[in-house]
Every structure is written in C-alpha cells, then in structure tokens.
C-alpha cells in the first residue's frame, strides 16, 4: 500500500510538471514540485521522527537533538558559504541570465551543504575539543591539534576545492565563445554564439585584446585565483599531516620530511599565493599571456581563447616547479643523502615514533618483566596454585557450544550465541565459568510457522543463560553446568536468575511489539507453552494512527498498519541487536566484538567494550587489526578496522556500555578518564556518559580486558617491544603471535583468560594472556597480558623469557604429542572407530617460575552430534602426561610421566572377545621369548605403518602389541 500511495503521489507531481512544459506556465510546475518536495520530507519526517522517539525511551534525547543540530548547522553553514561564494562567482559573468546563476549557486550550495552535514562530527570536536596532553616534537604543536582540528581543517579544504572545480567549470564556459552564448540565452534560444562581440575569429585570441572586451573573461581569471589558494591551503595542511604520514621508514617525518618536505610545503604553500596575486594584477596577467602564448604556441598548433592563456602559462611554471621542490628535490635528497645512511640520519626520528607509538596504545605503562622458566614444578606447586589449577579451562568453546546446542536449546527456535569466559563468586571461592545466553531465533521455526503475527508479536524473546565450570565434567565426558534448562535451574543461590527473558541480545536483528492483544510466548512447559505479558519500558509506545502508520513505513508495512492487535499499551521493540543498538547511541564509538551476558543481583546484563580512535595522532604507527574490520562490516563488527585503508593510530578502550536484555537500557561507563578523545565526547555529550564509579559493583566485578584490545596492543608490541632505535631498525627481535594445532588446523593462538598469580602475590587475578614466539620460529619468546579484575584493571603487562633458555611454544607441544607413541596410536585408533578427535587450545599457564601446558581432547562418535571430553594432556619442559582427568594428568607428570590412568582407560575399553582372545592365547604355554619375538615385531610394524600412513594397519598392529604385552605381564 505505501508503494503505491507514494507512486500515486509522485505521479500526481509528474503530471502537473509535464502540463507546465507543455503549456509553457510556471504555475503547475510549481504545484508538482511542490508535491514532490512534500513527498520527499514527509516520508523524510516519519524516519526522523521515528528514530527520535526511540531515543526518548533510551532517556537521549538531548543526544539525539545535539547530532541533529550540529547536521544542520554545519550543513548549512557550509550551504550558505557555498552558495553565497557562488552567486558571488556568478556575478562574474557578465549578461549570465539570473536564472542561470541562481541554479549554479544553488547546485554548489546544495552539494556544499552534503559535505557540511558529512562533517558533523569533525565540527563537534573541533569546537569542544581539548589538549592531547603532549605536544610533537617537531613543530611543538599540542596533539589535540592533530586530533580535533585538523580533521576539521581537512573537512573545509573539501568544500573550497569542491567550490573550486565549480568555478573553474563556470569560468572556462564563460570564456569560450558559444558556452558564454548558452550563458546569455534562454534554454530555447538560438544556440549561435554572439560574434558581434568581436571583430575576428583571430582577435578572440589576442592577448593584448583581452583586458578591453566586456567582461566575459573575469570568471575564468577569478576561478583561477581561488584554485591557486585552495592549492595553497592544503599544501599548508598537508605539512602539518606529514607529522602522521606513512611514506618513510617509520610513520610521521624523518630526516627528509622535516629539513626538506617542510620547508619545501611553506616555499610551495607561497609560490602558490605569489602566482594568484600574479594573476590578479592586469598588467602582470596580459605579459603573461603573450608570453604564454609565444611559448605554448610552440609546441601546439590548436589555438586557445586569449583568456586562458595567463592561467595556462601560470599554472604550467607552478606545476613544474611544485614538481621539482615537493619531488623531486626531495628524491634526491633522500635517494643520495640520506639512504646510505638511513640509520644516523633516522635515529632520532625512530625514537620519536617508539615514544608516540607507545603512547597512542596505552604500551607506555606497560609493566616488562623477566620470566625464568628454571623452576621445578611438584605437588607442592599445584597446592600452591590451587586455585589456578581449578580453574584451569577444559572446555574448548566450539565443542561447548555443540553440547549446549544438543542439551540445553530444548526448543528450535532457541539458538545460544558465542560462549564467553566469565568469572564468579560461588559458595564463597572465585570460579572461573563459561556462559552462553538462549536467544530466540525465529528463522529456526518450521516454515509455515514463519508468519507474520509468530515473528512480530508471539515469538518475542530468548530466556536464560546456561552456565558451566571451566574444568569439571561428568562420567560421560558432559560439562559441570550451574544453570541449565527452561525455567532456569541454579546450583547456587548466588547464581538464581529472577529475570530471565532476553529481548535484546546478539541474534535480535528484527522488530517485535509486545503487550498486544495477541499471547506472547514466554517458555515450553512440558507439552504446552507459558504466557506472558511484557512488564518493562522498553520499546516505543505505538498507540495512534500516525505511529502505526509511520512504523508500518518503517518496518512492517501493510500488514503492521491494518493489524489489529497492537493497541494503546503496545510497545515496538527496534535495534535490537545490542551492537547496532550501541553504535546507533554512540556511532563516534568503535566496539567490540564480543559482547558478554552478566548475571548480577538475579538480573542479566549484556556487557560491551567500546573503544576511542584516530588516524591523526602524530608520530605513531598505524595498524589494521581485525577489530576493527566490521564496526566495523555487521553494522556499518568481525571488527579494530581502520577509519581508512592506513588504519589507526590511537586506539584506547575508554568505555564499557551494559545493555539490559529485558528493557534495552543502554548505560556507557568511562573507564579511562586519562583519554583525551573520550573528554571531548563527553563535554559533547554529558548525558550519555557515567563515571566507573558509578557503575553498580556487582557488574564492576564481571568487566574483562578485552581480548579485541589485547590483540591490537599485541600486534603493536610485537614491533615496539623493541626501544632501542638500532635494534628497531633493524628488526632484530620481532615477535609474532604463537600457532597452535587446534581442531585439525594450525592457526594463531588467541587470547585466552584464566586464573593466575602475579609472582610475589598470593591474589589470584583474572587476566587475558597471549603468547609469541620470534618471527619465523616456535619456540616461546615472551608473553602479554591484561589484569581484569576492578582493583588492577587495565594492567598491560609483559614477560620476556631469557633468550638463552629454549621455552617450548604451542606448536611444539603439539608436536610432542604426536611423537608420543602411545598417545598418538590412541588417537589414530580412536579416529578409525567411528569417531573423531578434536584437539582443543594449548593453553600455557605460567606457575611459580615456570610453565605448564594444557590441551583437552575431545572425542565425537560420527552418529553423535556433540563432542565428549576425554583426555587431558599435560606438559611440563620434556615430561608429557595424559589421563582422563586433570588430576590422574598431574600425578602422571610427579610420576615422570607415566600415563597410567590413560593406559587404564585404554584397557578398559577391550570389549569382553579381546579378553577371551588374550586368556586363550596366555595358556597355549609359548615361551616368553616367543611373545617378546612377536611383540618387537608388532611394535614395528606399527612404526612402519605409522609412518606410511596406514593408520588401519597401525591400529591393529598395535592392538596385537598391547595382547602380546599384557600376557607378558600376566606371567610375573
């Protein structure tokens, strides 16, 4: 119905301006752009209006007035700059019809004002900005220069050289002879070009003949002018953004860039105002033309109107001599000067960029220490570290998430999001979990279920959380869970969820309307289903035919409008999913990927980390990191992806926002109060900030240190680790992410959290850690961490390993296993049972000086849909120990390594024929020296085929060694 009320509309406006061509009368034109115009706002309006009353449920409205504003007023103003400078150029030309030039200004005016509202942003800072609490070291310029003005500096160039191109368009059509023709006459008038104007075709180019004609060749002169001094001007800017360029062997300017770059851009910068003023004085202008001409006409035989020949000759020299001083002399310079001696030259520019670097990543707080991995790991260590050792994470999440699916779904039109790693107080001891929240998705329902009125007003809401313990299982390979099933069930009192319905969460992506007169679907209760009426604020009050309608625009059309069951207490419920929904709030934000549902006080809570960029900090690197990427492809986040192809180059995360699943409450929290970026934002935006101390403390418990943000630092420190300028340079000691073999695939490790124990504390904190290893090896150089706990939040911390000692990294554990004979023959014959091994994350836990790795093993039969876990294997330097609890695991290593529970487990698994076969074989009574014979020759065997890779054969070459061993064994 919209479609065609509109199209009716807009045919209407059609037909009047058709009737006005053909009758010649501007009075129906009038009408139909009026119709137009009309069409175009009010469907215009009800967008506005409708976003502007779902900022009045959030409680920002002030926000929502304030960016409006400032599109507006900078849209305008840049509308009023671009028009009034236009119709001012207009005047220029002489006899243009006033029609004409109100439609050039009001075109420039009009792209002029895009441009303006575009720059809503850079204008905010620009006028609110402040210090960025240190200057360059170059010109002395305060960084909030770079960060708050000159964006907005930039943004201005673009509407001169817009203007510009717009003059020189007019001024080159003004000075040829038919476009200043089509200039004077009416669309409908002979298109013959004047030539009384002129005595000759020949005399039209005459230089000398020019400054007496009428006028017509002011424009092209003028446009000229103004084209020079906006080339002028961003020369100017352009020296100020060599202070973050790219282009040398560090980011901002080396030895070249401040002794002969800059001073080369002032020299440019003034050439280029000396040649307008050239081309302002009459006399100047008209020996330029004959000279122009004399010298240009040398090498073309085409004859150009006598009004360009001074902007030709003018810009012809400058061009040139731009091309020597901003290019090629610096060349030369850096090519025959600087070049073979690049480290002398760049030393201290080098240091420039560690120090700044550093400093727009939070790296200069960093706290680097020495890790020694000469301690000796006993029982007493595991009791030491007890609570590290509990929490130690078991569950990978990918295999978590297919048991939660198989278990705890319940229902298909369920669907959990990611599983995220979360830390709680239970029964008085901190214990690290995994939570996942249950989300509804109505695209799972059967298809002829996927109506309209189940989507939008039954099917409204995901309910509750399942929650499980990082390291405990049960008998048959299942997670410990805390919370599970619908109504959720909790262990603990601590943990009880009183309010679990989930209207805002990760997979909420379309509209729904609550509180209508149609049943709203709460949870499955056996065979039959709960109801529920929606007692919250959220959403936006539909009562009124307007609000219908403009929603019904908005999101549902036809079927919205004439449906009957919203009524005057329905509320719609948009932006929903809680990533677009914060970016809506705060789109001068970046955010994480990876938001986490809290459970705090009986309620949950989406908790969010946003993050303060720039490209413009001086003298720092920039980077592209994943993080950024969707923020930064999902709304507008896999996404830190640069504000450009270069990247950022200042990254803080400054804000945590908390989203309410049941209300859509949205709460921002500064967390770096040191940001000068995020000071700006919020004496933009007072209402929509808080302070930390002002977030509730059960929630302040559960904030995390990003794995996103840990990632980028990681990639910085990977490179700036290194202080020293020669070293740097050099390369000497970059670091690279360690791999690991996880699932069946060798990829980067990612960052993990746990438990741990700073050395000389007795505190365990929880922490987010990443290991590296040297470029283009594996075994470990150092690791990098992030504290999360609110006492020490936002702690970087780095450990080096002395380079003497050989640290093994991820991969080379995995390799280690796979060298294990026994253990690799136990995979390989798991794998030909009808199952399959799923290796999980080499976790790396440092303890008491020195390193204990960690690898679950997960087993999946081929007809179930869900992974058990079956074996831990742990290391520590050399000695490798595997069982089927951590605890048998550990003993194994106090025990050198003697897998026995695995060895147990293995045995137990021979069916009751294998058994049969072994007591038979044992009473034939053949010599031991017999049976070790046959038994070094399955061992063999088993090797060979190994190694050929004939697992089948290996497999039952080593069932045969293991009944040969076991019948020795028997005989002592």
Do not use: C
């Amino acid at each position: 119905m919209y479609v065609l009320l509109f199209a009716l509309t807009a045919a209407a406006g059609g037909f009047f301006i058709l009737q006005a061509v053909r009758k010649k009368k501007a009075g129906p034109a009038v009408i139909g752009v009026g119709i137009l115009l009309a069409l175009l706002v009010f469907t215009w309006f009800m967008d506005f209006w409708g976003e502007k009353l779902w900022f009045d449920s959030l409680g920002y409205t002030d926000r929502f007035w304030t960016e409006f504003a400032a599109r507006v007023v900078t849209g305008a103003a840049f509308f009023l700059m671009g028009g009034l400078a236009s119709l001012l150029f207009a005047h220029s030309v002489n006899g243009m019809r006033k029609s004409y030039r109100l439609l050039f200004a009001g075109s420039a005016a009009l792209i002029s004002g895009f441009i303006g509202a575009g720059q809503w942003e850079n204008a905010l800072r620009f006028l609110r900005g402040g210090s960025g609490g240190i200057s360059d070291p170059i010109l002395g310029i305060d960084a909030g220069f770079y960060l708050f003005t000159l964006p907005f500096l930039r943004g201005v160039y673009a509407l001169l050289i817009t203007l510009a191109v717009f003059f020189v368009l007019l001024g080159s059509m003004s000075a040829n002879p038919r476009g200043l023709s089509l200039l004077r006459n009416s669309l409908f008038a002979s298109n013959t070009p004047n030539r009384d104007r002129t005595e000759s075709p020949d005399k039209e180019n005459d230089p000398d003949k020019i400054e007496s004609r009428d006028g017509s060749y002011t424009a092209i002169i003028a446009a000229s002018v103004f084209l020079l001094l906006v080339l002028s001007y961003n020369l100017i800017l352009t020296r100020f953004e060599l202070l973050f360029d790219t282009q040398g062997v560090v980011s901002g300017p080396g030895w070249t860039s401040v002794n002969i770059r800059m001073p080369m851009l002032l020299a440019a910068a003034g050439l280029g105002v000396v040649a307008a003023g050239l081309l302002s004085i009459p006399g100047l202008r008209r020996q330029l033309s004959r000279k122009g001409a004399a010298i240009l006409s040398r090498f073309s035989s085409r004859k150009l109107p006598g009004a360009f020949w001074a902007p030709a000759s003018v810009f012809t020299a400058l061009f040139a001599l731009w091309g020597i001083i901003l290019g090629l002399i610096p060349w030369l310079v850096q090519s025959l000067l600087v070049a073979p001696n690049e480290i002398t030259y760049e030393q201290p520019y080098i240091e420039h960029n560690i120090a700044f670097t550093r400093k727009a990543f939070s790296l200069d707080t960093v706290q680097e220490r020495e890790f020694s991995v000469d301690g000796d790991f006993t029982p007493q260590a595991v009791e030491t570290n007890r609570g590290i050792i509990d929490n130690t994470r078991l569950w990978d999440w990918r295999a978590l998430s297919s048991v939660y699916e198989q278990f705890q779904e319940i229902r298909l039109y369920y669907e959990f999001g990611d599983i995220d790693v979360d830390r709680y107080t239970i029964d008085g001891e901190n214990r690290t979990v995994m939570v996942a929240a249950r989300e509804m998705v109505t695209e799972n329902l059967p298809e002829q279920s996927r109506n309209f009125v189940n989507r939008r007003f039954k099917y409204t809401h995901g309910y509750g959380i399942a929650m499980n313990t990082v390291n405990e299982f049960t008998s048959s390979g299942l997670p410990h869970l805390l919370i599970r099933d619908i109504p959720p069930v909790s262990e603990s009192e601590e943990l009880r969820v009183d309010r679990p319905e989930i209207y805002y969460g990760e997979k909420s992506d379309s509209y729904v309307i609550v509180n209508s007169s149609e049943e709203e679907f709460d949870y499955p209760e056996g065979d039959s289903n709960r109801y529920v009426s929606y007692e919250g604020q959220g959403g936006v009050e539909i009562s009124g035919l307007f609000r219908k309608f403009m929603y019904g625009y908005k999101f549902g059309g036809t079927k919205l409008l004439f449906s009957s069951y919203p009524d005057a207490e329905s509320r719609i419920m948009f932006h929903r999913n809680i990533r677009n929904r914060v970016q809506e709030v705060a789109p001068f934000l970046e955010f994480d990927r990876d938001p986490y549902i809290v459970l705090a006080d009986g309620k949950l809570k989406w908790m969010l980390d946003a993050y303060t960029t720039s490209a413009s900090y001086p003298y720092s690197e920039h980077f592209n990191s994943r993080v950024f990427e969707s923020s930064f492809a999902e709304s507008g986040a896999d996404t830190l992806a640069g504000r450009g192809s270069r990247g950022v180059n200042y990254v803080r995360n400054s804000v945590k926002a908390v989203i309410d699943p049941y209300s859509g409450e949205v709460n921002m929290y500064i967390f770096d109060e040191s940001d000068p970026v995020v000071k700006v934002w919020q004496r933009i935006y007072p209402e929509l900030f808080q302070s930390r101390d002002e977030m509730p403390e059960t929630l302040e418990k559960h904030i995390r240190y990003p794995s996103d943000f840990l990632l980028m630092q990681g990639e910085v420190y990977a490179k700036y680790h290194m202080t020293d300028p020669e070293v740097f340079y050099n390369q000497e000691d970059l670091w690279v992410r360690a791999t690991e073999k996880y699932y069946s695939d060798v990829m980067p490790v990612e960052p993990y959290y746990f438990m741990w124990e700073r050395p000389g504390s007795d505190r365990p904190e929880f922490i987010n850690m990443l290991p590296y290893t040297p470029k283009n090896k594996q075994v470990l150089i150092g690791w990098i961490a992030g504290v999360s706990d609110p006492e020490n939040y936002g702690d970087f911390i780095a450990y080096k390993f002395p380079k003497e000692q050989r640290v093994l990294g991820p991969q080379q554990v995995e390799t280690k296993i796979d060298q294990d004979s026994f253990l690799s023959g136990q995979l390989s014959l798991w794998d030909q049972r009808g199952s399959n091994v799923i290796r999980g994350n080499v976790l790396v836990l440092p303890l008491d000086g020195t390193l204990l790795y960690v690898e679950p093993i997960y087993l999946q039969s081929e007809t179930a849909a869900y992974p058990e876990l079956r074996m831990v294997v742990l290391m520590h330097k050399d000695t490798l120990s595997y069982a089927e609890t951590l605890e048998e695991a550990l003993q194994g290593l106090f025990d050198n390594g003697q897998p026995a529970a695995a060895e147990a487990s293995q045995s137990s698994s021979q069916d009751a024929s294998q058994t049969g076969a072994q007591t038979a074989e044992d009473a034939s009574g053949r010599p031991s020296s017999e049976l070790i014979r046959e038994a070094q020759q399955a061992f063999d065997s088993y090797t060979t085929a190994t190694g050929e890779g004939r697992y089948e054969d290996a497999a039952r070459a080593l069932q045969q060694l293991q009944n040969l061993l076991q019948q020795l064994g028997s005989r002592e």
